[in-house]
């Protein structure tokens, strides 16, 4: 079975950056378009940014110039590179397939911007 594990969240300031990474179990992620999801407490999970496998992007129109999703079939890895986070980009991060997120989810890695 496939798993996801996410890392690089922590706390920020507003303002300040940081940058997620998703490594697959698997050799997947040449096979599959990709995604970047959050679910803060007491919301729904949300796709934050997406990724087709020849790395076409799309954005949650909140996050459109601040965030930047990548991926490195090779490596299979996904990357989400946060610049100028605010206050409501406060959440568990998880990566999965876009669209159709049918495989497990991982653990997340939580982001928390706060001064």
């Known amino acids: 079975q496939v798993q996801f594990v996410e890392s690089g969240g922590g706390l920020v300031q507003p303002g300040g950056s940081l940058r997620l990474s998703c490594a697959a179990s698997?050799?997947?992620?040449?096979?599959?378009?990709m995604g970047w999801y959050r679910q803060a407490p007491g919301k729904q999970r949300e796709l934050v940014a997406g990724?087709?496998?020849?790395?076409?992007?799309n954005y949650l129109d909140s996050v459109k110039g601040r965030f930047t999703i990548s991926r490195d079939n090779a490596k299979n890895t996904l990357t989400l590179q946060m610049n100028s986070l605010k206050p409501e980009d406060t959440a568990v991060y998880y990566c999965?397939?876009?669209?159709?997120?049918?495989?497990?989810w991982g653990q997340g890695t939580q982001v928390t911007v706060s001064s």
């Open positions: 999965n397939k876009n669209p159709d997120a049918t495989i497990p």
């Open positions: 698997g050799s997947i992620f040449r096979f599959y378009a």
């Open positions: 990724i087709t496998i020849g790395g076409r992007t």
